[in-house]
């Protein structure tokens, strides 16, 4: 028996003995169609001499192209191929050898060259008839299916679909039967893949699936945008009725796959809106010719921002970091894609208050996009003054030094987490966002605050977390199925954050329209199902609770605020946020640093919890950080 199920298959050997018969039969074939009845006597010696070098030659010929090594009831186009090389090669070798006995009289004069010719294409049709009669036996006598097959509905009718198709005709142990295709490309409408016919296009699925008996949708697009993935599944969901979305074709077909063959997810699949541009004409405008300089440029967002700004040709492009081999692997990139632009690596710490300043005035610096952060909420509420250290203490080192160095622009990156912060990172964050804005507002400086929610697929964020887990096995750890999040990808957030420094007037935050929150179980289902896998069947969804600063739901907008309008349709403009509580912002940044230097992180959040207007900050265990908000 073979891989397929309990198809017989005949041996090799007995294709042999059969070719054996019908090469004679080939021979005597064509002298019995060129010569007339009464000439056959005569040329009766003719033709077994004949028989004899065909039996000489075209055996040995056909195991040399690999006849009696094939398994015919998987015979193809490929094969017929072969078939004709074969039986032509053999043909060939036969003819010249029998016209040398011709030449040499060893073979009855006047032999009819014809015959030669005639026996060519009775070998091809007996010889490749043979081999597909074995196919077409093998598929007649496949085991019946084991009660009432399943109907399958196969989405796209392409090269995979077909397969599908096929693969399900034959095979027997899936109990399926494929009932249709649906398919976009219009010139398939109404056509028909083995008999079985496209009736219609993916937008029809839903009305397909009320009025047809389908057992079982199987997906065979494997290069299908996410949205179209999603759709089908939840079509399918919403019927009840099992899907199968596969990475290759044969996981597709035995229902079965390897989470470590997932198929690859494009970020933006799981973005649930459409993703916004920039207007690259203004942002040109700010970075041509200009000495740029990104803090925290080994870092995800540092190291998208400095790949756009070096698309505008700057002057220089300055990366700092305090992580050489991240730097090390920016400025290798960025070398192998913008060759012309001057790189300037710095190894540094924002919170080093005597570098910095030498580092922009060196460097002459004209702009300075600062994505130094730790951004990690449950390490930051169990290193609490570190987050002050770095967020508060580093962010105050970059403005005070770009004011001294007489930079002309600044833009901070921050988040939504700063706007009514319940935890030390946002707070962290609110203050950093305060410092800048606070400068602009005493020195007329362009310096300006970009806001937004997650970033999907940036370092340490949910998405490789839930990739690592689904490689695993599961399950996917989630805090509460009511959690939720306004998510971006890191280009868009790249695109935000240079639109913020080509329309930044000084002393505003910027903020992307991110429409609604997503669900972070339903991102965890949506990446479960885009990978190949099916929640809570392949891949377990566990909720392990709310952590100790964390929110069930983010907010960008603080409705007490006027928003103005910009150039750019998705971006707002606020230009009154709120300062310290105490009005006294350099009195509760040196009690801040002073009390982080002590490591008093019970004294930090009561000040941070003072100072913030609308802050509700919880002290927290050691964190959790396997489970994502």
């Known amino acids: 028996m073979d891989a397929v199920g309990s198809r017989p298959h005949l041996r090799n050997r007995y294709v042999l003995y059969g070719d054996l018969v019908l090469i004679i039969v080939s021979v005597m074939g064509s002298f019995a169609l060129r010569l007339d009845v009464g000439q056959l006597p005569y040329y009766f010696p003719a033709t077994l001499t004949m028989c004899a070098v065909a039996l ?17 009831i998987y015979a193809s186009t490929h094969e017929l191929r072969l078939i004709t090389a ?47 009669a074995l196919r077409v036996l093998a598929e007649q006598s496949a085991p019946p299916r084991r009660g009432v097959a399943r109907r399958a509905l196969i989405i796209g009718a392409g090269d995979a679909g077909a397969l599908v198709v096929r693969e399900l005709q034959r095979t027997s142990q899936l109990n399926l039967t494929p009932m249709g295709l ?12 083995h008999g079985v016919p496209v009736i219609g296009t993916i937008r029809d699925l839903p009305d397909v699936l009320q009025d047809k008996a389908v057992d079982e949708v199987v997906f065979a697009i494997p290069s299908a945008p996410g949205r179209v993935v999603r759709m089908v599944n939840d079509a399918c969901r919403t019927k009840g009725i099992p899907s199968r979305t596969m990475p290759g074709i044969y996981e597709l077909i035995g229902g079965r796959v390897s989470v470590s063959r997932l198929r690859e997810v494009d970020i933006t699949d799981l973005l649930r809106r459409e993703p916004t541009h920039m207007n690259e004409a203004m942002i040109g405008e700010v970075l041509s010719g200009k000495r740029v300089l990104v803090t925290g440029a080994g870092g995800s967002i540092g190291q998208e921002l400095c790949r756009q ?23 290798l990139d960025l070398r192998d894609s913008f060759p012309g632009v001057h790189l300037v690596p710095v190894i540094a710490d924002v919170r080093d208050k005597w570098r910095l300043p030498e580092i922009l005035k060196s460097h002459h610096v004209d702009v300075i996009f600062h994505a130094a952060a730790h951004k990690h909420v449950p390490l930051m509420q169990a290193n609490i003054p570190e987050a002050v250290l770095n967020n508060v203490s580093g962010t105050h080192n970059v403005v005070e030094s770009a004011l001294a160095a007489k930079v002309q622009r600044l833009v901070l990156i921050s988040t939504d987490k700063a706007i009514h912060p319940a935890n ?100 965890a289902e949506d990446l479960i199902r885009l990978s190949g896998l099916e929640p809570g069947r392949d ?37 009154n946020e709120d300062a310290v509580a ?24 009561r000040l941070l919890q003072s100072a913030i207007p609308g802050a509700a900050i919880s002290e927290a265990p050691a964190p959790d950080i396997t489970a994502i908000v």
Do not use: C
């Open 582 to 605: 105490n009005g006294d912002l350099p009195a509760t940044l040196a009690a801040l640093e002073a009390l982080a230097a002590e490591g008093n992180s019970a004294e930090i959040i």
């Open 56 to 72: 000489a030659i075209k055996v040995p010929t056909y195991y040399f192209f690999g006849l009696y090594r094939r398994l015919w």
């Open 424 to 523: 030390v990172y946002g707070a962290t964050k609110r203050l950093a966002e305060m410092i800048v804005l606070d400068a602009a507002r005493r020195s007329g400086v362009v310096f300006s605050v970009v806001r937004f929610g997650n970033v999907l697929g940036s370092r340490g964020s949910v998405i490789p977390l839930f990739r690592r887990q689904i490689a695993a096995g599961g399950p996917v750890l989630v805090t509460h199925p009511d959690m939720e999040r306004y998510f971006m990808t890191i280009p868009e957030a790249v695109h935000l954050v240079l639109q913020a420094a080509s329309m930044g007037r000084g002393g505003e935050a910027f903020l992307l329209d991110m429409g609604k929150q997503v669900h972070i179980v339903d991102l």
């Open 86 to 132: 074969a039986v032509t090669a053999a043909a060939v070798i036969t003819s010249a050898a029998m016209l040398a006995l011709i030449s040499a009289g060893l073979v009855v004069p006047g032999m009819p060259r014809s015959a030669l010719g005639i026996d060519w294409l009775l070998s091809l049709v007996l010889i490749g008839g043979s081999r597909f």
């Open 539 to 575: 891949i377990e969804i566990e909720f392990t609770g709310v952590r100790p600063g964390e929110k069930l739901s983010e907010e960008l907008w603080e409705l007490d605020r006027v928003y103005e309008k910009t150039d750019h349709p998705d971006i707002v403009r606020s230009m």
């Open 182 to 193: 649906l398919d976009d490309d219009a010139s398939k409408q109404n056509q028909e893949i």
């Open 309 to 331: 700004i070096a698309r505008w040709n700057p002057a220089e492009l300055v990366l700092l970091g305090h992580g050489e081999n991240s730097i090390f692997e920016a400025v």
